[in-house]
């Protein structure tokens, strides 16, 4: 099955696919290591595990890639993940099913991202656990966490489309084809509308959107739409001029990175109060 599948995802994601990387180098109060679990999306995910010095730790941050040839090695080859390490937080980045080093699975993307926060948690049972996705990582986040069983206590998620059909808005192909599939796949029809599914987010404490006012493709309407369907704390934030998933290689990276580390600072001390820690 997993060829067909590889087959109908090509007109949206055939020109990203690639072979991902090797495992990055790091300081010495830092470990990598590589991971590979099953997803209910059927596939084999191909994982880097970045663990910081024991006492150093204060979170868990799961990392999910935009659309990219790079894959999870987007956000190694930004230096994003080893910020995050700097700052005390271990960090898992995962490729997508189909992306990077992980097997070809079905289009339940979000299976992907349970998946990982599951595996997170099984290694970090005690730390509160976030998640940050960028573009594709982060709209199919909002499924995941209308399902139950997800993990994260909060998330950050940046330049996420509102639904598949205004994300392609711009490609006929890929409007054909989401047509064409809806009848074969009716959870992807529902799975397929972000916007609604995030009227049923669970266990998450709160949520910061982050958008570009350059961004085309996913407009900062887009983020004052999730953020007017949300039932939870949210908060949305913008920079003025980096591409589309490219924050964290624009001349904005500095103001960015503040901001995550204020927000994620903020959310972990939330949790231990919450638990009495």
């Known amino acids: 099955m997993s060829w067909i599948y590889k087959m109908l995802k090509g007109p949206f994601y ?16 830092a470990t990598w290591k590589e991971l590979t679990y099953k997803s209910k999306s059927g ?10 010095q024991e006492n150093k730790q204060k979170a868990t941050i799961v990392l999910g890639h935009p659309a990219c040839k790079e ?3 987007y956000f190694v080859n930004s230096g994003y993940a080893n910020f995050l390490m700097e700052n005390g937080y271990n960090v898992l980045i995962f ?7 992980s097997t070809c699975g079905n289009f339940s993307f ?53 639904s598949w059909m205004e994300f392609w808005a711009a490609s006929a192909k890929a409007r054909w084809m989401i047509r064409f599939l809806y009848p074969f796949f009716p959870g992807l029809r529902k799975n397929s509308k ?18 570009s006012k350059k961004d085309k493709l996913t407009p900062v309407s887009m983020g004052e739409k999730y953020k007017a369907s949300c039932k939870l704390i949210t908060d949305l934030w913008t920079v003025e ?3 589309h998933a490219n924050i964290i290689g624009s ?18 001390l939330h949790f231990y109060k919450k638990n009495n820690f």
């Open 71 to 73: 894959g999870k090695h």
């Open 251 to 268: 001349d904005e990276k500095e103001q960015y990175l503040e901001k995550i580390l204020d927000y994620v600072h903020f959310q972990q």
């Open 43 to 52: 596939a084999m995910l191909s994982a880097l595990l970045g663990t910081v």
């Open 194 to 211: 972000m916007i609604e599914r995030v009227k049923d987010i669970k266990n998450i404490q709160s949520i910061l959107f982050v958008y």
């Open 95 to 101: 490729d997508l099913n189909g992306f990077g080093k």
């Open 110 to 162: 979000h299976e992907d991202i349970i998946a990982s926060g599951e595996k997170a948690k099984e290694i970090f049972p005690d730390l509160p656990m976030g998640y940050h996705g960028v573009a594709m990582g982060a709209h199919w986040a909002t499924i995941a966490f209308a399902e139950i069983d997800h993990r994260f206590s909060f998330a950050i998620l940046e330049s996420a489309a509102t």
């Open 14 to 29: 055939g020109s990203y696919r690639g072979k991902g990387g090797s495992i990055p180098e790091i300081d010495g109060s």
């Open 241 to 243: 001029s980096a591409e």
